[in-house]
Structure formats: C-alpha cells, structure tokens
C-alpha cells in the first residue's frame, strides 16, 4: 500500500442497510489518484445508463485526494461525486474545510452510498469502523443544529460533519454538501443527491496517524511555504479580503455580472466590495486545515433585521455576486443574510441566485405574471423579496418550490429555454465571471463535463503579463507565450485545455488552487516533489496530468452515454452581445460562430468524438481507459 492512503473504500447500501470495506492497491490510486478520478471510476462502473439521479441505483461518492490531510499549507480537499440532479451529467463538487483529513483518520480513502435508505440516518465513521445511526430527529433541523446534535450524541466536540440540509432533503436540485458550516461541495446538487438517500449527514472522528514516505520533507516544506503563503502579494490579499475585493476588480473590467448578465459593471461595486466588507461584516479571519493563508470570512452583523449567526460565515465573491450585483443588491447586510440562510439549508448561492434573477427578468417582461408567482412581484433591486424567496426555496413553499427546480427547467416550462434570459449551460447556472473579458473561462464554461464553473481552469487575466510569477511559473505545463484575455486563437484553446487538465490534477491530489502555482507560490515542480513526499512514488508532472486527463475523459464517456453532445457544449445566448460595460465597451468580444469553432478545435486537440464529444478510441487506449469501452 502507498503511503499517504488508507487504502480502504467504504460501501455503504443504504437500502440492506449493509457495509463493506474494499481494499484499494497502488495502481489503482496512481491510475485515479484520488478525489474526481476516484469518484469517476465509481460512478462509470456502479451507475448504468439512462438512471435516474433520484433513483437508489445512483451513487455517492465522497473521496479525499492524495495530498488530503498531509501537513502542506492546503491540503485538505475532499470531492463528491454523482449523477447530478441538476444536470442529468456527470456531477462533481471539491471542498475545503476539515472534513476531509479527518475521514482519512478515520481509516477510510473514500465512501461509496449506493441504495435509499427507509427513513433519514447518518453515517458515524470512526477509527476503521462505521455503522447507520437514525437521523429522524435531524432531517429539519438547521445545518448548525443538526451538526451540534450529532456533536452531543456522540459526546465529542471534535467530531466532523459532512451534511445536507434542508434543502437537501426537499430535493432542491442545487442543494449542497457543507463540513464546519462553511465549506461546501457546491453547485451540482450533491446535497439533494445526498438527501435523496435519506442521508443527512456524515460524521467523522479518527485517531489513526497518516504514513508518509519522507515526512521530514514534508515538514520543511510545510514550514518554509507556511510564511511563503502569507507574504505573497496573493497570499497576503486572500488574507486581508479573502475574494471579496472582486465585485470593485471586475466591476473595473467590465466583467461583473449585474442585473442577470444584462450589464457588466456597477457604479456602487464600492457598497459590496472588500473595504466595505471588511468595515461592517468581518470579525476575524479563518482558515481550513493546515492553511496560513485564512482566507475564509469570520463575520459578525447585530442588526435588528440582518442580524446573521456567525458560525454561518459570511458570503464570498460568487455569493456577493449572484445575491448582490445580478439582483442589482448593494446592501451588503442583506447579502451577508441570504448567504446565511442558504449556509443554514445548505443551498448554492450561485444557482439560487442566478435563478431569481431569471425569474426576476421573466416577471419584467411579462413572461410571467403574478398568476405564476402566487402573487409575488419580482423585480430587481428587492433585498428583502430575495431573503424571502430563499426561505421558499428550501422550503419548496408556493413559488420557491419553482425556483427550486432551476432556470433551465423554469425556462423550458415558460417557452423561453432559446431566449437571452435564460442563462444555463448543460442545465446550470453560471458562475459570475463574464467571459467576454475572460475568454478563456467562457471557453471552460461551455466544455466543462459538469457544468460552467468557473473553477474548471485558471482565468485569463493570469497570464497576459509574462513578468508575472503567475505567467513564469506556468512554463513546466508548456504555456510559453501570453495571450490577451479577450483573444479566442487556437493559443487560448490550448493554454484552456492545459489549465483544465492541471486543474483536474489539483482536485485530484485534494490541494486549493490558492496555495499551489500558477494560481499561488508553491511551484509545480515543487509540488510534483511533494506528491513523491507523501506517497513514495517515484512521480513526474507528466503521470500526473494523465491521469487529470483520465479523469476528464471518464466524465465524457458518462456524459456521451447519458445523451449529451457537442450541442451542450455552449454559451447562453446573451453572452455573444456586445460587451455591455467597461472597457471595449459596444464591442463583440466574439460571435457565435467563432465561438463553436473554438469547441469544435477543443475536441480536436483532445480527440474527441465531434459529434457526441465520447474520446475517441485512440485517446482511450492512450490514457488506459480500454475498460470504458463496453460501457
């Protein structure tokens, strides 16, 4: 067994109520390393064609990477992994936070739900052992009292839970998965795939010590980046703001999405941006496992009507965003509440966000009406119609039970799923980044096997100067010229697909892009140092972007055997306009066309099926995928 594992996945059928234990040997964790690869190889081999995300034959995945749980700054992601509720794809989501190096602890890689459970339950893993607990009691509770309930029934503050909440067990299609409160697998509905199981919660105590193969080297190096982190000019901005400087860099670029995508900039971006957060809502700042770098927001409102519960947290740039500038909110207060209630039902900010605002610009143009709304007039700008339509949401009270459904089935039900409103890509919402100034995160938009995350690659803007440590630290994957951010060229669609494959790697290996290169400090050939540091693998950057790409190509081979093709693979409409706001202003960054032909080059390179985007046969046998073929 390598070290850094436990070598151990645990199954659980909730339906027989049974639980086994698989022994995992070395060339399956260098095969899939871990995280998304793992989760991947799961979901293609127990979940046949055609399952419905509901369905007990569909499976839950929660697997920690290789690095999770090691003593490097960052090291402390976790994925989950299903069919996703939302989209019908491949669904995947990471997290930060503690959960992860303690379900490592516990004895225990990975964790397999397969089955639905007769009533709610949690799963109690602890130290090589894990057995159902009844969760009856817990199914409605808020996620801070359900977690704290968990904590005093087992008799130990220490305990790390993994839960859905409400909207989880309502079924909200883009309900999450929260540890500590603050950290989330977001955006793909894992939560409602969780609560669909009548799983409410995961929790985890271990006392088992990880191996590593050179833990003298790991501790230097953890010492040394420990001040490395912090005093980079990133390290010291995600300390001092976190990413909540955004809302004022991109309003600046033309590139913050305000009033649902319509505009690209805000003259109030000042009332949500870093200062004015820092000002009124931050009360200390936090970090994940292991990590100086803090970035995490401890927050503190006493206010008589947006009064928030700390343990909540409060609300990062995405959150800002889709509760705040799409919405046309700059009540900072106001936002820092939404983002609580949906931390307290475990929602996705960016989907629930994304969908009043469509919902708000349908009820505009007289789409729909107060008939549809159950007597709810939408409009922008209405902090306190989005506070409550939140609550509806995870409720699924009147019209949130609408809304809970998400923009593209809203957008099909009211004959406008071909209009500009409707912003959606394989059924999700996008994050808020415009990619008309970041051309190559509109590219990952539309080719990202689980949906327009605007974690699927570095952003453009990252390598426009080549002084920039961020630019000269990309050089081992290749990338040696810079290229504008607003170029679309066969450059940017490499560069994209370099991005993307070592963006697959980070997940894989359970490391937050804010620690590692080109993103962070730590450079890459260090990093690859690490990997051998921990597991004793003699390893190479080259294994390891293999296998980033073996996991991408898992993804592909599901979405092409659930029905998806390169007709999925695009931008909402309203994102070929001209550009609204900011500089090039009244200029189209690229038309449609350009755009397709982009994709169309994106599966070239990638050899790709042009038709379903299924890897072609030689791509499988190159990446060792053969096995995939009778699926």
């Not at 080259?542 to 998806?564: D, I, Q, T, Y």
Request: aromatic share 8%.
């Amino acid at each position: 067994m390598p070290y850094g594992y436990t070598g151990k996945t645990l199954h659980v059928d909730l339906t027989n109520r049974k639980i086994d234990v698989e022994d995992n040997d070395e060339t399956f964790y260098r095969n899939y390393l871990g995280g998304r690869g793992v989760g991947y190889r799961y979901l293609l081999t127990q979940v046949s064609a055609g399952t419905d995300p509901f369905a007990p034959e569909n499976i839950l995945v929660l697997a920690t990477g290789v690095m999770t749980g090691s003593p490097l700054a960052a090291s402390c992601r976790f994925a989950a992994v299903g069919k996703s509720p939302l989209t019908g794809a491949a669904g995947e989501s990471e997290a930060a936070g503690f959960f992860g190096p303690e379900l490592k602890k516990t004895g225990f890689d990975t964790i397999v739900f397969k089955g639905k459970s007769e009533k709610p339950v949690y799963l109690w893993v602890n130290d090589g052992k894990a057995e159902l607990r009844d969760a009856t009691q817990l199914a409605a509770l808020g996620a801070r009292a359900a977690e704290d309930a968990i904590r005093e029934e087992m008799g130990n503050r220490k305990i790390r839970v993994a839960q859905t909440g409400l909207a989880g067990m309502n079924g909200v299609l883009y309900a999450n998965i929260t540890n500590n409160l603050t950290n989330f697998n977001g955006r793909n509905g894992m939560g409602a795939l969780m609560g669909s199981k009548n799983v409410r919660a995961v929790a985890a105590l271990g006392s088992q010590k990880l191996e590593f193969a050179d833990p003298d080297y790991l501790r230097r190096t953890a010492k040394e980046y420990a001040g490395t982190f912090r005093s980079s000019p990133a390290g010291e901005a995600l300390h001092v703001y976190g990413t909540t400087a955004f809302p004022e860099i991109l309003s600046a670029a033309g590139a913050l999405p305000v009033n649902n995508f319509r505009r690209s900039a805000l003259a109030e971006a000042a009332l949500i941006g870093g200062d004015t957060y820092n000002e009124i809502l931050l009360d200390k700042r936090k970090g994940c496992y292991a990590c100086p770098i803090q970035c995490k927001r401890g927050v503190a409102l006493d206010d008589p009507k947006y009064g928030i519960d700390s343990r909540y947290g409060g609300p990062e740039y995405e959150t800002i965003a889709a509760l705040g500038s799409n919405l046309n909110i700059t009540n900072l207060k106001a936002i820092a509440k939404g983002n609580e209630i949906c931390n307290r039902y475990c929602m996705d900010t960016v989907s629930a966000g994304m969908t009043i605002a469509f919902a708000c610009e349908c009820y505009e143009e007289g789409i729909i009406t107060k008939s549809d709304t159950a007597g709810l007039e939408l409009k922008f700008g209405d902090a306190d119609l989005m506070l409550k339509l939140l609550e509806m949401i995870a409720r699924r009270e009147g019209f949130g039970d609408d809304l809970a459904e998400g923009s593209a089935r809203l957008a099909a039900k009211w004959g406008v799923a071909d209009k500009p409103q409707h912003l959606s890509v394989k059924g999700m919402e996008p994050a808020l980044h415009d990619p008309r100034v970041k051309v190559g995160v509109g590219l990952g938009f539309a080719v990202c096997t689980y949906g327009p995350d605007h974690m699927n690659a570095a952003h453009d803007p990252a390598f426009v100067d080549p002084q920039s440590f961020s630019f000269k630290s990309a050089k081992p994957l290749g990338i040696y010229e810079p290229v504008p951010a607003t170029e679309i060229s066969l450059a940017k669609i490499r560069n994209t697909i370099i991005l993307e494959r070592f963006w697959k790697v980070l997940d894989a290996l359970g490391l937050c892009v804010f620690g590692y290169a080109p993103r962070s400090v730590m450079p890459i050939n260090k990093m690859v140092r690490c990997v051998t540091a921990v597991t004793g693998w003699d390893t190479s950057l080259l294994e390891l972007m293999n296998a980033g790409e073996r996991s991408v190509a898992m993804a592909r081979v599901f979405n092409s055997r659930e029905g998806f093709t390169i007709k999925d693979d695009k931008l909402p409409k309203r994102l070929f306009d001209p550009k609204p706001d900011g500089p090039n202003a009244g200029e189209q960054i690229f038309t449609e066309d350009e755009f397709n032909a982009a994709v169309k080059q994106y599966y070239e390179i990638l050899g790709l099926d042009p038709a379903s985007g299924r890897p072609l046969r030689g791509k499988l046998l190159e990446l060792g995928l053969e096995w995939v073929e009778a699926l």
